[in-house]
């Protein structure tokens, strides 16, 4: 067991969004070990010292596909023509709690959510971008490779995500 102090992304980053860069790694769409959280994380770790040498906040990463995966530590949701998409299960992803919890919010706030192969491309034009995992829960992705994603702001769905997301904590939580 290794344990480190947390220290969670400042508020003004759930409003205005973070700042990510595609990887130069590459993730295994056939290895076992993404799907599973394991001490092995050297993709992750390299991935995340891109990022740091870039300036930005996280690193995303692509599968030996050239399909998108996930970023160094969190799963990836995009959203374009306000269809929720998230990579599917075997693109070298682990199946985070969060992800599926978004998933399921998706469909209650009647906003249709896919897990498919998402390329490069469609990642460079979403309309909207967001990360999630159970620390950062759901964090919007603003500018990629130094380029807004949309209007370079958080996005509606992503908003409304984040909004009922937080809502469920606090109803769970009280």
Request: proline share 5%.
């Amino acid at each position: 067991v290794i344990a480190a102090k947390y220290t969670p992304h400042p508020q003004e980053k759930y409003r205005s969004g973070v700042k990510a860069i595609v990887s130069s790694i590459r993730r295994n769409s056939q290895s076992p070990i993404p799907a599973h959280k394991t001490a092995n994380a050297l993709e992750s770790l390299l991935a995340h010292q891109e990022a740091r040498t870039a300036g930005v906040d996280d690193a995303i990463l692509v599968n030996d596909k050239g399909l998108l995966a996930e970023a160094r530590s969190s799963n990836v949701f995009i959203v374009n023509q306000g269809i929720l998409k998230t990579p599917k299960l075997g693109s070298g992803i682990l199946n985070g709690v969060i992800r599926q919890i978004v998933i399921e919010l998706a469909g209650q706030l009647g906003i249709q959510a896919v897990e498919t192969d998402i390329e490069l491309n469609e990642l460079r034009n979403a309309d909207e971008v967001f990360l999630t995992n159970t620390m950062i829960e759901i964090l919007p992705l603003t500018i990629l490779d130094g380029k807004p994603i949309g209007d370079g702001k958080p996005g509606t769905i992503t908003r409304r995500l984040m909004t009922a997301y937080k809502d469920i904590v606090l109803k769970e939580t009280s």
